[in-house]
């Protein structure tokens, strides 16, 4: 036994040595490396959005420090997302929410960045999700190139494909610029829906669209003439944010 523990000892420096530096046989490409032979449709899709500072009166959510305006989709536990970079944050162990509550008109500012998973497709590719009220998804996926639909980066969850793929590249800072307007109630009958209108990457995607439904798939639901918070969604991706801020607009 002892023996055996001897042999086991002088091995260990050795194996971790070796986890430390020698990728797995056949291992994707770490997922914010280079992005290797993607064929680039315009030089500057793989130049960073620059970060935008949020403006006076903005109710800042994510200044890459802290994660005390968030908590974690339950409700109660601290947001569980992983700091990176000392200014951004990555996806893991479910999705999470502003502690604050919106409504009415506002314009919400987010920064990501999706990862290069280029064995991935579809929806399993770079995929999270930013939700208005909780309720309205506005998709973040890697879509580069691709002719995009109402699930693809951009679109209005199943209910608006965006009207131009405006994505950057994989591993790319990217901007949503989103003007929400709460839909509007009266003595309990929806008078008005929601409406958003987005620009990604300064580019208009999305003009005043009406949103027909009172919660995407896998919003948070419940009663959609009351406030929500702000959701973003942890659909298994390492999907990574930063500079999150949001300002109340005047009709
Ligand atoms: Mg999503």
């Keep these: 036994m002892r023996l055996r523990g001897v042999v086991v000892a002088g091995l260990l420096p050795v194996l971790m040595v070796g986890l430390v530096t020698a990728p797995a046989a056949g291992a994707d490409a770490p997922p914010y490396g280079a992005i290797g ?22 109710t800042v ?3 890459g420090k802290s994660l005390d305006e968030w908590v974690s989709v ?14 951004a944050v990555e996806v893991q162990k479910g999705g999470i929410m502003s502690r604050q509550k919106f ?14 998973m ?18 309205y998804e506005v ?6 190139g691709l002719q995009s639909q109402d699930n693809d980066c951009g679109g209005i969850y199943k209910v608006a494909a965006p009207l131009v793929n405006a994505c950057k590249a994989p591993t790319v800072w990217q ?31 999305h003009k005043d669209v009406e949103i027909p439904l009172d919660n995407t ?35």
């Excluded at 409504?103 to 290069?116: A, I, K, M, N, T």
């Excluded at 998709?139 to 580069?144: A, I, R, T």
């Excluded at 829906?193 to 300064?202: E, F, T, W």
């Design 74 to 87: 339950d409700g109660k536990s601290p947001a569980p997302w992983k700091f990176v970079d000392g200014s």
């Design 217 to 251: 798939v896998a919003g948070l639901g419940g009663d959609p003439s009351k406030p929500g918070p702000i959701m973003l969604q942890d659909h298994g991706n390492p999907v990574q944010y930063r500079n999150i801020w949001l300002v109340p607009l005047k009709d």
């Design 139 to 144: 998709q973040v996926l890697d879509s580069y």
């Design 175 to 205: 901007s949503y610029d989103i003007d929400f307007r709460s839909p509007v109630f009266e003595e309990g009958r929806k008078v008005k829906p929601a409406r958003i209108s987005v620009l990604q990457n300064g580019v208009a995607i």
């Design 118 to 135: 280029p064995k991935a497709t579809g929806q399993g590719r770079g995929n999270s999700g930013v939700y208005l009220q909780g309720r």
């Design 61 to 63: 959510l994510f200044d």
């Design 37 to 58: 032979d993607l064929k680039l449709a315009k030089a500057e899709d793989k130049v960073d959005m620059p970060l935008v500072a949020p403006p006076s009166g903005a």
């Design 103 to 116: 409504d009415g008109h506002f314009l919400l500012h987010v920064e990501f960045r999706v990862p290069y």
